[in-house]
T-cell receptor, first 117, second 114 residues
Framework: AQSVSQHNHHVILSEAASLELGCNYS??????LFWYVQYPGQHLQLLLK??????LVKGIKGFEAEFIKSKFSFNLRKPSVQWSDTAEYFC???????????????FGKGTKLSVKP | NAGVTQTPKFQVLKTGQSMTLQCAQD?????MYWYRQDPGMGLRLIYY???????DKGEVPNGYNVSRLNKREFSLRLESAAPSQTSVYFC?????????????FGPGTRLLVL
């Protein structure tokens, strides 16, 4: 079955540390990949997305992600985290139905990031 | 432009009771979705509606029904609530294109079934 794997359940960092959250997907077809963030008590917000083109995607709040097709990966990075980045981060893959008709998002189980001030 | 709105924000039910979760979007999106979020499980798709008048099952549809009332509104109904349906429910909407789609989420409904 197609799936999205996020390697870390909980990551704890100090402010100014660099961040990399791993994400691997299992399907090799047309890829639409996303990172969403959920701040405590809030709904999911889109951080960034990759549909095609430059495999290095820049998102909001200084986040970026790199799509590496050969590794089926879409890791999220930030050079220097802040306390306000404390949140849960979800990687998602859009699975197209056969014939290119509309499909649906497959989510990873999420990674909680705690940033210590 | 409110985006995706959901009501209620929080609900407590007893086992066997029924309720309907409401969702509306003002972005003129064709597609709408219902997810549930459980700790350590990520988001799982319950039902979705590709367009007005159509609905399809997702990964975890058992115990739920949906109605796509019109283009704006997509409701989720629990006919006989069970403790296993205690969760946070998110509605989302999107406007698919040939190159992909981005889903936008509502604020969620926290449901506790006793």
């Amino acid at each position: 079955a197609q799936s999205v794997s996020q390697h870390n359940h909980h990551v704890i960092l100090s402010e100014a540390a660099s961040l990399e959250l791993g994400c691997n997907y299992s399907y090799g077809g047309t890829v639409n990949l996303f990172w969403y963030v959920q701040y405590p008590g809030q709904h999911l917000q889109l951080l960034l997305k990759y549909f095609s083109g430059d495999p290095l995607v820049k998102g909001i709040k200084g986040f970026e992600a790199e799509f590496i097709k050969s590794k089926f990966s879409f890791n999220l990075r930030k050079p220097s985290v802040q306390w306000s980045d404390t949140a849960e981060y979800f990687c998602a893959y859009y699975r197209w139905n056969y014939g290119g008709s509309q499909g649906n998002l497959i989510f990873g189980k999420g990674t909680k990031l705690s940033v210590k001030p | 432009n409110a985006g995706v709105t959901q009501t209620p924000k929080f609900q407590v039910l007893k086992t066997g009771q029924s309720m309907t979760l409401q969702c509306a979007q003002d972005m003129n999106h064709n597609s709408m979705y219902w997810y549930r979020q459980d700790p350590g499980m990520g988001l799982r798709l319950i039902y979705y509606s590709a367009s007005e008048g159509t609905t399809d099952k997702g990964e975890v549809p058992n115990g739920y029904n949906v109605s796509r009332l019109n283009k704006r509104e997509f409701s989720l109904r629990l006919e006989s609530a069970a403790p296993s349906q205690t969760s946070v429910y998110f509605c989302a909407s999107s406007a698919p294109s040939r190159v992909g789609e981005t889903q936008y989420f509502g604020p969620g409904t926290r449901l506790l079934v006793l």
